[in-house]
């Protein structure tokens, strides 16, 4: 499982530790920079005694190749089928999809949206703060001395776009991205598809 997320809890923690007690399975953590969930989650995984392999973020694409799953949790899916994630779970999407290595989501019914598709402009202006990522004392000396400045850019969410998902785990089941719209009808009035 690659959780790059942002002090969220694990998604898919409890998860893995459940499977964890019917088979014998192994695990590969990516840290989740700036927050670093990921060290929580390996940390808790491997006292579950499920073999585990921490990894920084950077790793995910070389590593990819020896995978034969991604498992991520999502913030939000919408009503087309993608997935509003914390940030890095695109790029994470994108290297499953060119090692053809199936790319599943874990959410429970109460993060379906009945949005087609979120405001992308929305999610890039939805920031974390650029403290999480270099130190108060750095951001303040970026402007000084020779004259430079540094940006720093803390992103709290990516849009995962439903090509690239290949199966929704629910508390309802299996589902694929196409069954996410039909889902919606099922569960929630047509009054409450307009936001």
Known sequence: ????????????S???????KKRDFQVVVAEGAPGCAGRRMARELAEARINTT???????FAMMAR???VVVGASAVMANGGVVAPAG??????????HAVPFV????????????QPNVDALAGDLCSPADVLPVEALATSGSAGGGRCHVVNPEFDYIPPELVTLFLTDTGG??????????????????HQL
Not at 1 to 12: S, V
Not at 105 to 116: D, Y
């Open 54 to 60: 921490f990894i920084t973020d950077a790793s995910v």
């Open 105 to 116: 989501v874990l959410f429970g019914m109460h993060k379906l949206s009945p949005m087609l």
């Open 175 to 192: 589902h694929t991205p196409s069954d996410i719209y039909r889902m919606l009808s099922e569960y929630y009035a047509e009054e409450d």
């Open 67 to 69: 995978s034969n799953m």
């Open 89 to 98: 779970l695109h790029m994470v999407a994108l290297a499953a999809q060119r």
């Open 14 to 20: 409890l998860f893995l530790r459940a499977a964890g």
């Open 1 to 12: 499982e690659f959780t790059p997320a942002r002090g969220y809890p694990p998604p898919g």
